[in-house]
């Protein structure tokens, strides 16, 4: 484990340049270590088209220059992003992303599935500090976004809602259920739902409720 956090830190000092700092590319020194088939440029710049448009909604245009930055990259279990394993094990890096300019900062994060020697798969997930597994931040996130597009749609929004940052509320511990608040916008209004998540056997029951 030790071998592999060295070798993790000496990519990120021998890392390339610092990126562009423009709505296309990402400030900061991406590790080397994932970037298989491609540059730590050329993967950061899939990063950075890949959260853009959430960010330019979190975020609207406001005549300032938007940056996106480096924020980190872990390796967590699949299931449970609290968690951090080792990287020979099965797992999933979970790259972090500042997003400034226009408002306050956000996190964004994109989980990286290491494709051998080809470029790795992205996949965005949810913004903000979620614990939830890979899979659980995408059904829950098919619940939210179909309750904040139903509470629009009945105020006479016909916009389509959008994450905007989650937290966790009620801690994460081994084997037992947590909750996080998980906020959606749509049409300017922000709305904030409680996400309970509570493990029973293999499966996972996901409960949404508004929290306002």
């Known amino acids: ?77 699949t299931n449970d992003i609290s968690r951090r394993v080792d990287p020979g094990q099965p797992g999933v890096w979970r790259i972090a992303v500042t997003g400034k300019g226009c408002w306050t900062p956000r996190t964004h994060n994109v989980f990286l599935f290491s494709r051998g020697a080809s470029p790795a798969a992205l996949r965005l997930g949810v913004p903000g500090r979620s614990v939830a597994g890979v899979k659980h931040q995408q059904d829950a996130t098919q619940i939210v976004l179909r309750q904040a597009n139903g509470i629009a749609m009945r105020g006479n929004c016909d916009e ?19 909750d996080e608040t998980w906020s959606a916008s749509a049409c300017d209004i922000t709305r904030k739902f409680t996400v309970m998540f509570e493990p029973q056997g293999e499966k996972m029951r996901i409960s949404v409720v508004p929290a306002d």
Not at 162 to 178: D, I, M, N, Y
């Open 1 to 77: 484990m030790r071998r592999l956090i060295a070798v993790l830190a000496l990519a990120l000092c021998f890392a390339g340049p610092a990126l562009a700092q423009d709505e296309n590319s990402i400030r900061g020194n991406f590790p080397q270590l994932l970037a298989r088939g491609e540059t730590t440029a050329e993967m950061a710049q899939r990063i950075a088209v890949l959260i853009a448009g959430l960010d330019r909604r979190i975020a609207p245009p406001c005549g300032m220059k938007r940056i996106f930055e480096f924020a980190g990259a872990d390796y967590f279990d």
């Open 160 to 178: 389509r809602a959008f994450l905007v940052e989650a937290s966790v509320l009620r801690p994460r511990l081994p084997g037992k259920g947590w």
